[in-house]
């Protein structure tokens, strides 16, 4: 099994630019997150799914979309990149929800925005 | 105030002694804490988890909870340099059924040799 993967691992955009960040996990899971780490900030939550087809908002969403079309898959949107959103994101996936099971993370995307 | 404080260190240590590391928290909804082992350039992986007050322990670390005072400890015994990472404390609860769990910022630990 890879677990949770991420596409791509390191992306350079510049300020206005959209693009799409890929996590794929193989261990059946209903839930998945999208979290994006800062140095001082720790992991914020900026969506979240509790199964196919739903997507939910968490810390912070702004500037972000998601979707969930496939179980294994849960993609994060930035439509319209700033300097902001430089940061590297992390999925995570769980069986239920976090209090019963671990979440698994995936290896991280690092983003810089210019 | 955050729910869940951490303090982001770093905290240094020499090999061999005995690493605590704590979070306090706020909401007294929280029933499940969890630590999580972050390597550099890589992704949190789960390294203990405990439900409600108590101690558990596996191999070298231990970990504590006091929902009393509402903090949480993990002890790390004989530290290693490959002990060298992040550590998260997380936590959830029961609130409203969600069981998202709220991080604390990470502690940064180095062992030196």
């Known amino acids: 099994n890879a677990g949770v993967t991420q596409t791509p691992k390191f992306r350079v955009l510049k300020t206005g630019q959209s693009m799409t960040l890929l996590c794929a996990q193989d261990?059946?899971?209903?839930?998945m997150y999208w979290y994006r780490q800062d140095p001082g900030m720790g992991l914020r939550l900026i969506h979240y799914?509790?199964?196919?087809?739903?997507?939910a908002k968490g810390e912070v969403p702004d500037g972000y979309n998601v979707s969930r079309l496939k179980k294994q898959n849960f993609l994060l949107g930035l439509e319209s990149a700033a300097p902001s959103q430089t940061s590297v994101y992390f999925c995570a996936s769980s069986w239920r929800g976090a209090s019963q099971e671990t979440q698994y993370f995936g290896p991280g995307t690092r983003l810089l925005v210019l | 105030q955050k729910e869940v404080e951490q303090d982001p260190g770093p905290l240094s240590v020499p090999e061999g002694a005995i690493v605590s590391l704590n979070c306090t928290y706020s909401n007294s909804a929280f029933q499940y804490f969890m630590w999580y082992r972050q390597y550099s350039r890589k992704g949190p992986e789960l390294l203990m988890y405990t439900y409600s007050s108590g101690n558990k322990e596996d191999g070298r670390f231990t970990a504590q909870v006091d929902k009393s005072s509402k903090y949480i400890s993990l002890f790390i015994r004989d530290s290693q340099p490959s002990d060298s990472a992040t550590y998260l404390c997380?936590?959830?609860?029961?609130?409203?059924?969600?069981?998202?769990?709220?991080f604390g910022r990470g502690t940064s630990l180095i062992v030196h040799p």
């Open positions: 997380a936590m959830t609860g029961a609130s409203g059924g969600s069981y998202i769990p709220t």
């Open positions: 261990m059946n899971h209903e839930y």
């Open positions: 799914s509790v199964g196919e087809g739903t997507t």
